[in-house]
């Protein structure tokens, strides 16, 4: 910045100010030093000038706080006929079924909406479904082109679990797999 502003006065021949800018340019600027870094703040000094501080680890008052403080894990929903929100909870686990598609760690399905190239890319994904990946596909395939009488598209990831179709389909996704008990 200084250097630019001495090469802008040699161009403009002003000598008064070549002076000026040479002794700013010699002596640093106290206030430019950076600020980010713990090196650059002033020592501590004297411990003995602060107060002893008692470190608690079960106070009563520490009840307060805690209840402000976010929970470590996703509380279980308490068991209801039926939800305000229309979520349903996983049934019981069976053995006899081909597939299984787990929840989240919110409870809730794994059926995604991703829309890409400003919209015109929308692909309703499915995660987390373990066993025959491939009758899942038929299943809902043969779902979603009987509700739409036209064929789809879809995309089968066998190794990280995931199925997609070419379009929106979230709500029948959802409601087959709610259907089914997962």
Do not use: C
């Not at 006065?9 to 640093?28: C, D, E, G, I, T």
């Amino acid at each position: 910045m200084m250097a630019r502003a001495l090469f802008r006065s040699l161009q403009q021949n002003k000598p008064s100010n070549w002076s000026n800018l040479l002794r700013s340019a010699a002596a640093p600027n106290v206030d430019s030093v950076r600020q980010s870094s713990f090196r650059s703040s002033e020592p501590v000094g004297d411990l003995g000038q602060f107060p002893e501080v008692e470190v608690v680890r079960n106070p009563p008052e520490w009840k307060h706080v805690e209840r402000l403080l976010a929970p470590r894990i996703v509380p279980k929903p308490l068991a209801q006929a039926d939800y305000p929100s229309g979520w349903k909870p996983p049934m019981a686990a069976t053995v006899d079924k081909k597939y299984f598609v787990a929840r989240t760690k919110n409870f809730m399905l794994p059926v995604y909406l991703r829309r890409s190239f400003r919209g015109q890319r929308i692909v309703t994904a499915v995660r987390r479904i373990d066993g025959d990946i491939w009758l899942l596909e038929a299943e809902l395939r043969y779902l979603i082109e009987k509700k739409l009488n036209k064929q789809i598209i879809t995309r089968v990831n066998e190794m990280n679990g995931q199925i997609e179709f070419k379009g929106d389909f979230v709500t029948i996704v959802e409601g087959f797999l709610a259907e089914k008990g997962f």
